[in-house]
């Protein structure tokens, strides 16, 4: 299986993924043309060679209006992040949530700065004039809603109120529309990401000290593995944030692969520890999936109720529903349902059971299991479920296709298989050779 690995011990913000992503490319240069073609507006992205602790990485500028964002630029907003440690000054989505759409702001520092901000349906509207596959609009505008709902829910405002600052909003579209395009471009099938390291300490904001991780970023990495350190400030950006959780399939230590390329995004900052998210791109040849397992025991259900709970199961994203006879307390007859299902959607399962069974009670247990790694294609109508690994290689119809088959053909059950698995013998064969 194609596999991206990130490690993020020194924080995720967007510039320093799209830096480690870039590296995996055969040819950069002609993914930072292409980016730079694209018509974002005021926006154009410069690729640097960067050194970190003796590795030596890329490290990615977006300029607006031929600028890049500085530090006074940004202390006066919500967001306000410091950005004292990492420097990740280009993955911020900093908001003014006190002003109008337009106003002019008299710094301490001496700078006159004319601001105006942006909505997230303003921000739509730039990405639907780019000349992008509606698959990469798409994740681009996931991921910046991931980032309103985070600052709505810190603030506590409705979504279309709020707003971003104008240079924020470009030089954070560019960064999440940069990693969107190059993961679209690594057609990777799987992407596994470190324990994300967020930093330490506080951060300074319009509206006084704030804790790392910020409001907006921890809300984004509900359910994600963070951890803090030694390092002082934020590490971990809400756009940095929002495109992990977006693209991540599960987080955890590097499962065994075959490197086939690494990457390093660097951050502008030099600390004790490399400044850079890493990222290998490889195979993993055997899958090692972590599921959940559910299970009651129900003594008073009917077999139609039953039947009715495991289908709603099975709907409600369930990946596997079956049920035993077992014997309960006092010797009665019961029956043990049991749901296989993952983190994603365990809690919306756990409230189908107690919706739709007896049960006052659902026991929870974690477990690893082995798997082939799985593709479906389609030839002729038919559907082909093909498994592969540890050594084993197996294809086969679906049923229902072979049921249609032999429905539409008038062959038996058994004669319509056979005739569909030499029929799957000679595609194979073809497409080998």
Known sequence: MNTLYLECNMGAAGDMLTAALLELLPDPDDFVYRFNTLGIPRIL????????????????????????????MHAHHEHGHSHDDNDHTHSHEHEDHEHGHEHE???????????????????RFIVDFLNLDDKVKADIMAVYGLIAEAESHAHNRPIDQVHFHEVGTMDAIAD???????????????????????????????????????????????????????IKGELCTPTGAALLKHFVTEFG??????????????????????????????ETADSNDEVIELSCNLDDMSAEDMAFACEELMLGGAR?????????KKGRPGTLLTVITDDEHKDEIVKLIFKHTSTIGIRQCRMNRYILDRNITEQDGVRIKESAGYGVVRSKAEFDDIAAYARKTGLSLSEARAKLNLQIKLWGQARRG
């Open 45 to 72: 992205m410069r690729r640097e060679d960067s050194v970190k602790c003796g590795i030596h990485g890329t490290h990615i500028s977006i300029l607006v209006d031929g600028k890049e964002e500085s530090e006074d």
């Open 105 to 123: 702001h008299d710094h301490e520092h001496g700078h006159d700065h004319h601001h105006s901000h942006s909505t997230l349906e303003q921000v």
């Open 176 to 230: 999440v529309t940069a990693v969107c395009m190059l993961l679209n471009e690594l057609n990777v099938e799987k992407i596994i990401c470190s324990p994300v390291h967020v930093g330490s300490g506080t951060v300074k904001c319009a509206h006084g000290i704030l804790p790392v991780p910020a409001p907006a970023t921890a809300y984004i990495l509900k359910d994600v593995p963070i951890y803090g350190g030694e």
């Open 253 to 282: 230590p590097m499962p065994v692969m075959r490197i086939s390329s690494t990457g390093y995004g660097c951050g502008k900052k030099d600390f004790p520890i490399a400044n850079c998210v890493r990222a290998h791109l490889g």
């Open 320 to 328: 596997d529903v079956y049920t035993s006879s077992v014997l309960m």
